[in-house]
């Protein structure tokens, strides 16, 4: 992915790796439009850079998305990049039942937000030099979180959406990258202080790096060997993992 002269847009770009993501990419010398339902997020991000541009956008309503998606092609002609990093991430209780609502919620943001994000914009992004399609999954999706794990199984979901569709790019003018960011200090599972996350800065810092190359998959730090734990023997790590985060 080229680094610069893109116009992005950028979904839950008013917070946490998005919004780090959309500023170091804002300074190097990109268009970039965040967007997200929190208005007051949105506002302190384009005020602290000015240039940038935010619309809201609620991604768990199918035509929200399409009146987004239709307003960035006739105001940003040049739109050429997009990266789906809307998510949420709440305990869920897998071993009873699961709150429906959580369920459903988490569900249609975490996943299908993404698909019908791309859908609304892939015909556009099939014409422009340079498209880049980027999917912000989790390590999650490879090793999961045993109390998130509806979280866990979207991002496994969302691995699997992107290798084909990947596959099915493959000739077109538009490639497809997958971010998958291991435990970063962000508000998520308010983990903000948490030590045994890497920081904010240092995963904006090798992604971004790594996006400027011809890699396929983003992964940094801890993610490289999450990333390759899945397989016939995956679950023991699986109950290692989990076990250590349960001991805190």
Not at 107 to 129: D, Y
Request: charged share 20%; aromatic share 4%.
């Amino acid at each position: 992915m080229k680094l610069t002269g893109n116009t992005i847009f950028i979904t839950g770009g008013g917070s946490g790796i998005g919004r780090g993501l959309a500023e170091a990419l804002h300074k190097l010398g990109n268009q970039v439009i965040i967007s997200g339902r929190r208005a007051e997020r949105l506002q302190a991000t384009i005020d602290a850079n000015p240039g940038m541009q935010a619309v809201a956008l609620d991604i768990t309503d199918p035509a929200d998305i399409q009146k987004v998606a239709a307003r960035l092609i006739a105001e940003h002609p040049g739109h050429n990049v997009l990266i789906n990093n809307a998510g949420i991430m709440l305990p869920d209780g897998a071993a009873g039942p699961v709150d429906d609502e959580l369920l459903t919620s988490t569900v249609e943001t975490n996943l299908l937000g993404p698909i019908r994000m791309t859908s609304a914009l892939i015909e556009h992004l099939n014409t422009r030099e340079g498209a880049v399609v980027a999917n912000v999954s989790s390590v999650l999706g490879f090793v999961p979180l045993a109390i998130t794990a509806v979280y866990s199984a979207t991002k496994a979901a969302l691995h699997s959406y992107t290798l084909s569709q990947r596959f099915l790019l493959r000739d077109s003018k538009v490639s497809v990258i997958e971010i998958a960011p291991p435990w970063v200090r962000t508000e998520l599972l308010n983990s903000s202080e948490e030590e045994r996350a890497i920081p904010l800065e240092t995963f904006i810092a090798g992604a971004i790096e790594q996006l400027g190359t011809d890699a396929n998959e983003i992964l940094v730090g801890p993610a490289v060997d999450m990333r390759a734990n899945p397989g016939p023997n995956e679950h023991a790590w699986v109950n290692e993992f989990n076990d250590s985060m349960a001991a805190g």
